[in-house]
């Protein structure tokens, strides 16, 4: 896992939620670090939306772009 930014849980008591996940969704993953020395890695999970109903018809180019990654 790669994270990108540690940041101690003191600072974190002076932002809001949702600046806390704006951060998180810029930089992926982001290590909490405690007093004590430990640490806590935090990690931001993209869903994909569902792929459409094609009723059989499958775009030009999608299996290839599919089964090649």
């Not at 007093?35 to 792929?51: D, F, T, Y």
Request: glycine letters at 6%; a negative charge; zero cysteines.
């Amino acid at each position: 896992m790669n994270v990108e930014q540690s940041i101690a849980l003191e600072s974190l008591r002076n932002i809001s939620v949702e600046e806390f996940l704006n951060l998180l969704r810029q930089k992926s993953a982001i290590a909490v670090q405690f007093a004590n020395g430990e640490s806590l890695i935090v990690q931001a999970k993209v869903e994909l939306a569902p792929l459409p109903i094609l009723d059989g018809y499958v775009p030009e180019g999608w299996k290839k772009g599919i089964y090649e990654h």
